[in-house]
């Protein structure tokens, strides 16, 4: 019945999402350099890929967003020093972050590792088994790339509560991402050291920017901090069993 929904209202949906996309006001990734350091003692580092997320559209810089947030409560609860690097494109989905993205990494590699991807998958209609293989395939490049790390994946956010998408167009886009979440939760589950981190934030006018799609500063700072807490843990229990 869900599935019959689901494509029942592919048309009247397509209208609201060619005037979403004409109409909806762009805002810009954050300001700064996508290269930063908190914190002191044992050096670790910290690389972020993907989305508009990364890039941190609804931040005014990237200490602020969500790559900078990670870091610093990673330096506080290890109790050391993040070098972080975030490399991010706004739009991008699974098939750019592979082509474009991932041959952006810097060539040393990380101990801590987060990706956002999946969002523009949903929107851009892109097939599930594409969306799936494009995943694992992302996932096992990182692990070639730094094959210690730990991999912290972002789930993809409700967009069912989204103010900027109308309805059914809201509803329509939020069983989309639902989907993808899961396949994404399944996929991940397969990984060594990949750790899944939902994005399932309340939205409110505080939680999201005045362009009704991306995180608030507020919302990054509370997402940072469940991010490195998930890793830290994590880290923690891979040091104990050594």
Request: hydrophobic share 45%; proline share 7%.
């Amino acid at each position: 019945m869900r599935k019959i929904l689901f494509w029942g209202l592919l048309p009247v949906v397509l209208p609201q999402a060619i005037y979403v996309r004409k109409k909806a006001p762009r805002f810009p990734a954050a300001n700064g350099s996508t290269l930063g350091v908190f914190g002191t003692g044992k050096e670790f580092r910290l690389v972020a890929i993907g989305d508009s997320i990364i890039a941190g559209v609804g931040a005014t810089t990237l200490s602020n967003a969500l790559v900078g947030q990670t870091a610093e409560q990673l330096s506080y609860l290890l109790g050391c020093k993040i070098v972080w690097n975030a490399v991010g494109r706004i739009g991008a989905d699974s098939k750019q972050v592979i082509e474009d993205l991932i041959p952006q990494l810097p060539r040393q590699s990380a101990e801590f590792m987060i990706l956002s991807v999946g969002v523009n998958d949903a929107t851009s209609l892109f097939r599930v088994p594409g969306w799936r293989e494009n995943l694992a395939k992302i996932l096992d490049t990182l692990r070639s790339h730094s094959p210690r790390a730990i991999f912290a994946v972002a789930g993809i956010p409700p967009l069912k509560d989204f103010p900027l998408l109308p309805q059914p167009l809201r509803a329509w886009l939020g069983m989309r991402g639902e989907i993808l979440d899961r396949i994404a939760r399944d996929e991940i589950r397969g990984h060594e050291n990949a750790i899944y981190m939902p994005l399932d934030f309340e939205v409110t006018p505080e939680s999201v920017s005045a362009d009704g799609f991306h995180p608030s500063e507020e919302s990054y700072r509370d997402l940072g901090e469940m991010m490195a807490r998930g890793i830290a843990e994590r880290f923690k229990m891979i040091a104990s069993e050594l």
